[in-house]
């Protein structure tokens, strides 16, 4: 019977997973067709205060200190023990300390939509409207921790995060088409369609409540006394956020107080790269609650495991880096425009950096499952402030390709090694993943030197010659990717897949 109920668990996650993807497949075109229609009807600087508002509100983590992963780590051990009153105790002290966060939230935004037009590289922009622009979308980040970020947390644990994502997809994808309706054929102000997503937000709030009492077993109409004892990790999660917010979220806002007009060319570039990233972590957070538990009760299984997602990875890092290297440049002239595309530099650069992004998260699902806040919060620091000095030394001379720099280097001096490092050490293996990322660039260079040769390059006219394009390319790049990997990895790949 338990035999029984795991293989369906897993026939839903990976059906869950595979409708969020081609949920999220929509989802992307649609912002893509969003940005250029705000571009056409706002102009390049609303659109540029719009994205950097992105960047800037990021931040607002840092007052949530982590609670939610702290709170999640804590629930794996009730969760394996069926302790359904410790699992209450825990979910109303997340709900509470989420409140009291939204709460921070509202003051910091309300300064930033003062303070900050006064910093930001304006040309055509009053005041006014970039602070107003700054505080709607601020708004619609911070509604969630009033009424659903609790209530996703404690469906992830139960392992219904597949379902939440498909949820998060539906929704999204009608607030974006809302947003563009009106926009197309009403003409409204930038203000309108932010509160848009606002409200979507606020009903996003009664659908979660109502879903935690049907998918969590026992929580509905139980009262306990709030438990706030995972706050005292906060400590050590709150220096990780700081540190992945140098790494992750302070280019643009650098690159805004400088040009403002290269935030456009920038964001088109990483916008591509922030989908791949969105796709591989749609999977990966599907098994969080799956390794955490293994973690919790020292699954012997963990290793062979842990490297079937690395093989995962590998496949998907070397297709996605060789196809981003060879058409990145055509893309972006395609849907905003030559006028808009970056150096081949900054490709090489992003190239390089895509490598990490396509192959981070599984480190993240050990690390945080583990529970290594302490043991990595020190040397993640030191990653993002190294990042953010040079970032700022440079970008004066280099501009983009500075900012970039400074982003490849930390990682890969500070980041990768140290992290990987703590990582294996929870499996008692010794870090190979640098071998790993040796052949996921050794594969993607050998790609890029064929198929430039056999496809060439051409200024592609239409979409669907672009499409035909990468439809060739992602074949050989997928078959050879497949094929090198199933031979480094066939050890632990055989063990998982062909035992089950």
């Not at 203000?191 to 709030?205: A, F, K, P, Q, S």
Request: proline share 1%; charged share 15%; with cysteine.
């Amino acid at each position: 019977m338990v035999k029984e109920m795991y293989v369906k668990k897993e026939v839903y996650r990976k059906i869950g997973i595979i409708i969020n993807l081609f949920l999220y497949f929509i989802y992307a075109i649609l912002m893509m067709v969003r940005t250029k229609v705000f571009i056409t009807r706002y102009g390049s600087e609303v659109n540029a205060v719009f994205q950097t508002a992105n960047q800037i509100f990021t931040y607002f983590s840092l007052l949530e200190s982590g609670m939610g992963m702290a709170y999640q780590f804590r629930l794996y051990e009730s969760i394996n023990r069926k302790n359904i009153e410790k699992i209450i105790a825990l979910f109303m002290g997340l709900r509470l300390s989420m409140k009291k966060v939204a709460l921070k939230m509202l003051v910091f935004l309300g300064c930033v939509a003062i303070i900050y037009p006064f910093v930001i590289n304006r040309i055509a922009l009053s005041m006014i409207e970039a602070g107003g622009i700054l505080f709607l979308f601020g708004l619609r980040l911070v509604i969630p921790y009033f009424t659903s970020v609790a209530s996703k947390t404690l469906l992830s644990i139960y392992d219904y995060k597949y379902f939440t994502d498909i949820v998060d997809g539906i929704a999204s994808i009608i607030i974006i088409f809302v947003e563009m309706t009106l926009i197309t054929f009403f003409h409204p102000s930038i203000y309108v369609v932010l509160v848009i997503g606002c409200v979507g937000n606020l009903v996003m709030g009664i659908i979660y409540t109502i879903l935690i009492w049907k998918f969590c077993d026992g929580v509905k109409g139980k009262k306990a006394e709030p438990d706030f004892e995972p706050e005292t990790m906060t400590g050590d999660i709150f220096v990780l956020k700081i540190a992945g917010l140098l790494n992750g979220s302070i280019d643009m806002i650098i690159l805004s107080i400088t040009n403002i007009m290269l935030i456009t060319p920038y964001h088109a570039y990483n916008t591509v790269i922030g989908y791949i990233a969105t796709i591989i972590n749609k999977v990966d957070e599907n098994y969080r609650t799956k390794i955490g538990l293994m973690i919790d009760r020292k699954d012997s299984h963990l290793y062979d495991y842990f490297q079937m997602f690395i093989a995962y990875h590998m496949i998907v890092a070397i297709v996605s880096v060789t196809l981003f290297a060879l058409n990145i440049n055509d893309f972006v002239s395609l849907w905003i425009g030559k006028d808009f595309q970056l150096s081949s530099t900054c490709t090489i650069l992003l190239s390089v950096y895509l490598i990490h992004v396509t192959t981070r998260d599984i480190l993240y699902l050990i690390r945080e499952g583990a529970g290594l806040y302490k043991e990595s919060k020190w040397f993640s620091l030191q990653e993002g402030i190294v990042n953010l000095l040079l970032s700022i030394l440079l970008v004066r001379h280099w501009g983009i390709e500075g900012v970039l720099f400074a982003t490849v280097f930390s990682t890969f001096a500070l980041f990768i090694p140290k992290t990987a490092k703590i990582v294996y050490q929870v499996m008692g293996k010794r870090n190979m993943l640098w071998l790993d990322h040796l052949v996921i660039g050794g594969v993607a260079l050998f790609l890029v030197i064929i198929l430039n040769r056999t496809f060439g390059t051409a200024n592609y006219i239409t979409w669907i010659d672009f499409m035909m394009q990468i439809l060739k390319e992602g074949v050989v790049c997928i078959l050879v990717s497949i094929g090198t990997v199933l031979l480094l990895k066939w050890k632990y790949l055989s063990k998982v897949l062909l035992n089950k």
